[in-house]
């Protein structure tokens, strides 16, 4: 079984972008490594939950892709969100293929990536059917703040839903 997941891996995991895509791979180049992370969770009550939680991020797919792992809380706790986003570059519309999954929690959404002005946004919908807008806001070389937003329409307001505040451990 170690064989296999390991021969998974090394065929998964990349050291890099290729050589032709990589001034492409750049908007969300520098997440590669590991962070940890405030999160707090807006409910519709308006009360706040915290907790601490870990991400990590690789060139997968021979450096065409970059995929992440995010979990709450940190490990080794049981977690209460463990998920996967895979950010896929586009030459054809100039943008970002966003899938994420929760499996734990069946929380799956498709979004469009770009920039804009210093922030990185995400637009898309959820499984739920919701419009969903993520934003990697106050970026630095090693932080981020990240906010998860919703709604329902397009003439709904945005709601904040999800803020992860993070710190680089590890490149």
């Known amino acids: 079984m170690t064989s ?3 021969q998974f891996l090394t065929a998964l995991a990349s050291d890099g972008p290729p050589a032709d895509r990589a001034k492409d791979m750049n908007l969300y180049g520098w997440l590669i490594g590991s962070w940890e992370m405030d999160s707090l969770h807006h409910l519709d009550d308006g009360t706040i939950r915290k907790w ?10 021979e450096g065409r892709a970059i995929q992440d792992i995010w979990i709450r ?3 080794p706790a049981h977690s209460t969100m463990y998920g ?3 950010r896929i570059f586009d030459p054809g519309i100039g943008g970002w293929h966003i899938i994420w999954s929760d ?5 799956y959404s498709r979004q469009i990536g770009r920039a804009e002005g210093k922030d990185i946004v995400q ?3 959820d499984s739920r059917g919701l419009q ?3 934003r990697f806001t106050e970026i630095a070389t090693d932080s981020f703040h990240w906010i998860g937003e ?3 329409g397009e003439s709904d307001p945005w709601q904040v839903t999800y803020e992860h505040f993070a710190r680089r451990t590890g490149s």
């Open 150 to 152: 919703e709604r329902s």
């Open 73 to 75: 809380p940190k490990r």
């Open 52 to 61: 601490t939680g870990e991400c990590h991020f690789g060139w997968v797919l």
């Open 4 to 6: 296999m997941v390991s």
């Open 103 to 107: 499996p734990l929690n069946q929380d």
């Open 84 to 86: 996967t986003t895979l």
């Open 123 to 125: 637009i898309g919908e």
């Open 132 to 134: 969903t807008r993520w």
